[in-house]
């Protein structure tokens, strides 16, 4: 076990390195990276979405309903809300879904090319299948802190929505709550999570994919084995980067 995580880390790495060797030409690159984009980014809003919306209400409703002590402020609502959505449900919660969602996307897109030899087909063309396949979904994960950033908003939406329409909180509360000792350095500690937790998304899949061994069935092994070793690098260097950015 410990031998087989350290062949399969070592080789991560070093596909890394490949990945940014041997460019691909710009104008072909090009539209590798619209395509990942819209595939892996764009593709993933609506669920986003969705899932912000409705969980930051929870939260709020959640929050409103254990706070039975008449002495507690009502305002604590709107501050929980924005607590919990911005320093872990968006960056955190979001991107271990995403490692299911965008994922297996990658992997099984990827392995479907090893199984039907068109990544051998690159090869022998002398293309760098790595950077034409791998490169181009890191650049498009770039972007992923602005679909987090939505997520924060739509997150915090819905608490002031459930809180609010719920008969919980007042807006004016909720508002209170949510401006009171606001620390702007966590949204930056937010983002800094996202973009790792990006790079993490696009790479860990791919790997799994471009040396997946087999056929068709393998591509499934390869996808829920990637969802495994994602959600673990996530929560992992989640309680790295938390440690270091916020412990005094």
Not at 2 to 15: N, P
Not at 141 to 154: A, C, Q, R, T
Not at 173 to 202: C, N, R
Request: glycine share 10%; aromatic share 14%.
């Amino acid at each position: 076990m410990i031998k087989s995580s350290l062949i399969h880390i070592g080789r991560y790495f070093l596909m890394l390195k490949e990945v940014f060797s041997r460019m691909t030409k710009w104008k072909i690159m090009k539209q590798l990276i619209f395509k990942e984009i819209d595939d892996l980014i764009i593709g993933s809003l609506g669920i986003v979405c969705f899932l912000s919306f409705f969980v930051g209400g929870v939260v709020a409703i959640q929050t409103a309903l254990n706070l039975t002590n008449p002495l507690i402020p009502k305002y604590l609502i709107g501050f929980a809300t924005r607590q919990s959505v911005i320093l872990e449900f968006s960056p955190t919660f979001i991107s271990i879904i995403m490692a299911g969602k965008m994922g297996s996307f990658i992997t099984s897109s990827i392995g479907t090319m090893r199984v039907t030899e068109q990544i051998d087909a690159l090869e022998v063309m002398g293309i760098n299948s790595l950077n034409y396949l791998v490169f181009p979904k890191l650049i498009a994960v770039s972007l992923y802190p602005f679909v987090i950033g939505i997520s924060m908003f739509l997150g915090i939406l819905g608490g002031w929505f459930g809180g609010v329409m719920g008969n919980f909180v007042t807006s004016e509360q909720f508002i209170v709550g949510l401006q009171d000792t606001f620390i702007p350095f966590h949204v930056v500690y937010a983002f800094i999570k996202t973009a790792i937790f990006g790079f993490l998304l696009a790479s860990i899949p791919a790997y799994f994919g471009y040396y997946m061994k087999g056929g068709a069935l393998e591509v499934g092994k390869a996808s829920t084995t990637a969802f495994v070793w994602t959600s673990v690098a996530i929560i992992v260097s989640n309680y790295i980067l938390t440690s270091l950015l916020l412990s005094k």
